[in-house]
């Protein structure tokens, strides 16, 4: 099989490489004059794309983003995306692992699990000047390398993700505070989990819920039931695994957990109206 290419921290191409854990670059001096062009790959860590000007295209999962200036585009571990980046952009590329921020406190958590849900946020430019002062500190304190620069990043990089969080729109009629919060549990378990657990009441246990508890959250939130969401991570874990590697369709349903090859075919025909060969064959 051949896996996903995935894209650390570690390993990054950067000037600084001051931490395993963050990395902060300007834009204009990654692309140095050359358009930046990324096939399919995921990250094992936080990915920010900061835009004050520029073009091109952020596709995460399959989704489309054009580019513009004064929007910030979020990506989370294992999520699969492809850039291209036109020459003359500018803004910042934030990159960190979830250790990195204080995440034994509650709050922490919660606002790193809302921005890297939001995908895409686009502003008008004195809300994006608010949130790019907050970056140019960051910047500021990484090159400067002084004693506890790390500890000045993480507190800044924390009031950025909060006021990104403030500045995303939010629907009218969503879920409570405590039903958005379980959604976001919810979403994050179905994730990380749904290779080797496709059950609702397994979640539900997990969660310390009942499943018409959890499925009335799910519902609330999404307007989609508990199954209904297992099943849409299936299938976009199966066109990951479809375009971003070499692997036939066996491989894949091993990968997610099935055993009956032909089972897997009819269930992603069923929900995408296509064989998993076909899709590959249309998306290329």
Do not use: W
Request: aromatic share 8%; hydrophobic share 40%.
């Amino acid at each position: 099989m051949k896996a996903i290419p995935v894209r650390s921290l570690s390993t990054a191409d950067t000037s600084l490489r001051l931490s395993d854990e963050f990395d902060i670059r300007s834009i204009d001096r990654v692309l140095d004059g050359k358009d930046m062009v990324q096939a399919l790959h995921r990250h094992d860590h936080y990915f920010l794309l900061v835009i004050t000007e520029g073009e091109g295209m952020h596709e995460c999962d399959f989704r489309p983003h054009t580019v513009v200036p004064h929007t910030i585009y979020a990506m989370r571990p294992g999520q699969v995306h492809r850039l291209d980046l036109k020459a003359g952009s500018s803004g910042y590329i934030v990159q960190f692992k979830p250790d990195f921020l204080a995440l034994g406190d509650h709050g922490a958590r919660l606002v790193l699990r809302r921005a890297g849900h939001l995908e895409e946020v686009r502003m008008e430019e004195p809300q994006y000047a608010g949130l790019r002062g907050l970056l140019d500190r960051i910047a500021k304190a990484y090159d400067d390398r002084k004693e506890g620069h790390l500890l000045i990043v993480r507190a800044y990089l924390g009031a950025f993700l909060a006021d990104l969080v403030l500045c995303a729109p939010m629907t009218e009629k969503g879920p409570n505070s405590y039903a958005r919060e379980r959604l976001e549990e919810l979403l994050e378990l179905i994730e990380t989990r749904v290779h080797d657990t496709k059950e609702v009441a397994a979640y539900a246990d997990l969660m310390h819920l009942s499943n018409f508890q959890m499925n009335a959250i799910a519902k609330q939130g999404t307007g989609r039931t508990c199954s209904e969401l297992i099943n849409d991570q299936i299938i976009l874990e199966a066109k990951r695994y479809l375009l971003a590697t070499t692997d036939q369709v066996g491989q894949v349903a091993d990968r997610l957990g099935y055993e009956d090859v032909s089972y897997f075919i009819r269930f992603f025909k069923k929900h995408t109206g296509h064989t998993p060969e076909g899709f590959r064959q249309k998306s290329a």
